[in-house]
């Protein structure tokens, strides 16, 4: 381990440091970020959910966007497999179908960073447990 | 660097480690190899969550899914259910006594609703000895802010403006503790931790310096610089070896990281810290007693003043802080005085971590505002009493405080509300009864413990507590008369009032509460003979009821002093002389015929 010999040094690596703890802070206050959930049953995982799940993990923190992607069961859609839900703070969760690696770089520029609804969403008529509770 | 995408926080508290939380950790990591997930999840051991009575803890990040009672077995259905497969593990969820319902979020589960984590905050959230993440945290933050922004005035300010008062027991306002110490001239002054945490029940200290012990060292630091000292000793109690460890590797790496050391972020101060063991006696709490048995004399106090600020570790200026209050330090200097004077009541700021135990649901360390009610914390926090039980009593503040009842319990939490009917805030222990628990007992549990504990130097406690616990003694035989309340009181008062250190000038605090708050309880032992909660051997008897009584010859078989007699079929009966009270006949009759009266 090097010496830090200055405030600066200190902050440098605590900014190196960050992202290995980014997951548990943000985890704590799950409302105030980008909440993706990708379905994560055998269909999804046969149909690639892993690499959307993998690629979105990376480029969302690339992006340093704060978010929150968790890995759910079977939403029910195995025709559109790999869906995920998009849940933007303060706005009603949007699901995506057939999200493959492409598609989910443009969920990232232009949902989640634009704020522009894309072809594909899947209406749901239904809320879970939490969202009751939440309301 | 591996980007892991669910990170396992599982609880390294001496609690959950008790119930093999060690073998977790092994079973989870041999689980994530097994489905080659190494790359993606972190399994971590965190200190104590705090929900002890519900341990082993794992907690799950991102989704936040905290799982109770698990054992080693259940790694492999954690990792291949919830990891894999994205299906929580329903059976392991913490269920709502009320609702019998799930709650998979902590922090939608009443014990947390109500806390707020200041001194805890980094408890069973990052790895203890690592400390990589305690930097990830801001930490050493405050350090470096210290150093190189501010003269020790303006930080000693900052923690006079927070209102931090100390949080061993006594209460003394923090900044002007420092204060004091900074303004005696000499050329070495100490910082002293006192991690002697003493008080039956009470284990905080212990849970910080487990779970985040670089915030402790961080603060002992700030106040070398505030006071003008360079030397840290922390006196710990050798009975806390977990803790103990973590302190030595959270000194190997603050040293290795350079903050601690020589010439801290090249600013030319100095500052390093020492372990000192301590062999787990109760009046070395008390800092003048802790100085001496650092120096390697007897633990026994000396009259202030001088106050160890003038004249304490080898004659020195030294400045004796508990471990909590130094977790609170790091928060204050980064967040600011205003925002921890923010919190809790006039007079005491912040917040306080309680130790719930006794008769309570659920049992634990819990960190609440300053000013909530002994009913939140009880009924909310506490999940309220075992078993359907009728709340009795609260004892706060350990062998020195004092019980408190029913109608206590909407009182404010604070050092002067507590103060003010008869009990203390204490280290913050806290132990609940119930309507099974008799006050007397209570009230000779602790004296036997201060006499114990008490080192004998003034007379007061060495010999008044020894009378005082015969007195006891006697009424729980009912073998005493109303001129004993009478001495029990007075000699209770002049104990207070003349002995030398904390340790004796409050041990009468049980007794005296209890007789005030029980007086009839009191009376019964002594006028009547009985104990009304069936508690005090020598004042009850267990009888056999003939109309119940089938004569299944059950309770005479396991009597171990054969003092039951009786043909099949007939009614038993209990020869009371013979009769050592043990209670096995009354927990085998299944017709409940046994009875005490």
Known sequence: MAKVKTLDDLKKMRADLQSKITLRENSDRPEKMVQIKVSMATCGIASGAKETMNYLIEELDNRAIDAVVTQTGCMGYCHSEPTIEVHLPGNDPVVYGNVDVKKAGEVITKHIVGGELLDGIIPTNYTTPDEDNQK | ?597
């Open chain 2, 1 to 597: 660097m591996a980007h892991y995408k669910n990170h396992i926080l599982v609880c390294g508290g001496t609690g959950c480690r008790a119930s093999q939380g060690e073998e977790i950790v092994e079973n989870l990591k041999q689980a994530v190899a097994d489905n080659s997930l190494e790359n993606d999840i972190q399994v971590v051991r965190t200190g104590c969550f705090g929900f002890c009575e519900k341990g082993p803890i794992v907690k799950m990040i991102p989704d936040n899914t905290f799982y109770v009672s698990v054992t080693p077995e259940d790694a492999g259905e954690i990792i291949s259910e919830h990891c894999v497969k994205g299906r929580k593990v329903e059976r392991m969820l913490f269920t709502d006594p009320e609702t019998k319902e799930h709650v998979s979020d902590s922090k939608d589960m009443g014990f947390y609703k109500k806390q707020i984590r200041i001194a805890l905050r980094n408890c069973g959230f990052i790895n203890p000895e690592n400390i990589d993440e305690y930097v990830a945290r801001d930490g050493y933050g405050a350090l470096g802010k210290v150093l190189t922004e501010m003269t020790p005035e303006e930080a000693i300010k900052i923690i006079k403006d927070s209102g931090l008062r100390g949080r061993g027991g006594g209460g003394f306002p923090t900044g002007l503790k420092w204060e004091i110490t900074n303004q005696v001239e000499n050329d070495e002054k100490y910082v002293v931790c006192n991690a002697d945490e003493g008080d039956p029940g009470a284990f905080m200290d212990r849970s910080i310096l487990e779970g985040d012990p670089h915030s402790v060292l961080e603060a002992m630091a700030i106040c070398g610089y505030c006071i003008g000292g360079s030397n840290g000793l922390i006196y710990i109690r050798a009975e806390y070896p977990l803790a103990i460890d973590r302190l030595k590797i959270a000194i190997e790496q603050a040293r290795e990281l350079g903050v601690l050391g020589k010439d801290i972020f090249g600013t030319g101060f100095d500052f390093d810290v020492e372990l000192r063991y301590g062999a787990g006696a109760f009046v070395c709490g008390e800092e003048t007693s802790l100085i001496h048995s650092m120096e390697g004399l007897r633990g026994e106090p000396t009259v202030k003043p001088p106050f160890p600020s003038v004249s304490g570790y080898k004659g020195k200026p030294t400045n004796v802080n508990n471990v909590e209050t130094f977790a609170n330090i790091p928060v204050i200097i980064n967040e600011g005085a205003e925002y921890f004077a923010s919190i809790g009541t006039e007079k005491s700021k912040g917040t306080k971590v309680f130790a719930l135990a006794g008769k309570i649901n659920n049992v634990g360390l819990i960190e609440v505002p300053m000013g909530i009610t002994l009913r939140e914390v009880i009924f909310d926090i506490g999940g309220g009493i075992k078993d359907g039980k009728k709340f009795k009593s609260v004892q706060t503040g350990g062998p020195s405080g004092g019980c408190l009842t029913e109608k206590h319990l909407d009182i404010p939490i604070d050092y002067d509300n507590l103060l003010a009917c008869g009990s203390m805030m204490g280290s913050g222990g806290m132990i609940v009864m119930d309507e099974d628990d008799c006050m007397v007992s209570v009230a000779k549990f602790y004296l036997d413990f201060t006499v114990e504990e008490s080192c004998g130097k003034c007379a007061p406690c060495r010999v008044g507590n020894k009378r005082l616990y015969e007195i006891l003694d006697k009424i729980t035989q009912g073998k005493a008369t109303e001129e004993d309340l009478g001495i029990l009181r007075n000699l209770g008062n002049v104990i207070k009032d003349t002995s030398l250190c904390g340790l004796g000038q409050t041990s009468p605090n049980p007794v005296l509460s209890t007789m005030d708050n029980f007086k009839d309880e009191y009376m019964a032992h002594v006028k009547d003979g009985k104990c009304p909660a069936g508690q005090c051997k020598d004042l009850m008897e267990y009888v056999i009821s003939e109309e119940t009584c089938v004569g299944c010859t059950l309770c005479s078989r396991v009597c171990p002093v054969d003092a039951i007699a009786g043909d099949k079929k007939q009614p038993h009966v209990i020869d009371t002389v013979a009769c050592i009270k043990c209670g096995a006949c009354m927990d085998k009759c299944k017709f409940n015929a046994i009875s005490i009266q």
